[in-house]
């Protein structure tokens, strides 16, 4: 079990040092409800993905319940994660990290991916995403994954 936090561990952390160099972002299209291509010519880490939706850097599990019975403490504001694979494509999963105030402007979910038009934004991430185009790719790799 400790070997497991540890892998854990060095794989927020890399992601998170990625996340240092994310100020610039990556273009993307939306069409229709989603982003067809992916923000990186990488295919996300379903591993990375998952570690980083049980960091509080991300916040997921505040508000978002989901299969992780090793969390203890798990939000009910906002969807369970279980079985996100069948209710959104990888194309809708991707939006919905990047700018999830496109589904909904009074959401409380951060736009993940967006730098610009935010609200009540810390000091460290005035003017960056907070998350880097490979962690959007990780945890929608991941949020794939979750099927019923």
Not at 27 to 53: F, H, N, S
Not at 64 to 84: C, I, K, N, V
Not at 95 to 104: K, M, T, Y
Request: hydrophobic residues 45%; neutral net charge; proline residues 6%.
């Amino acid at each position: 079990m400790a070997s497991a936090s540890v892998h854990i561990a060095a794989l927020i952390a890399a992601s998170l040092a990625c996340a240092a160099n994310a100020d610039e972002l990556a273009p993307y299209k939306i069409t229709g409800d989603g982003i067809a291509e992916p923000l990186t010519a990488t295919p996300g880490d379903a591993a990375r993905g998952r570690a980083l939706v049980l960091t509080r850097t991300t916040t997921c599990i505040l508000c978002h319940s989901g299969p992780f019975p090793e969390t203890r403490f798990q939000g009910d504001l906002a969807p369970d994660l279980t079985g996100a694979g069948n209710r959104w494509s990888v194309s809708q999963l991707r939006l919905r990290l990047v700018d999830a105030a496109r589904f909904n402007p009074e959401t409380i979910m951060p736009s993940y991916y967006r730098n610009d038009g935010l609200v009540r934004v810390g000091r460290n991430f005035a003017g960056k995403p907070i998350l880097s185009a490979a962690e959007i790719e990780d945890i929608v790799a991941f949020l794939a994954t979750l099927r019923d």
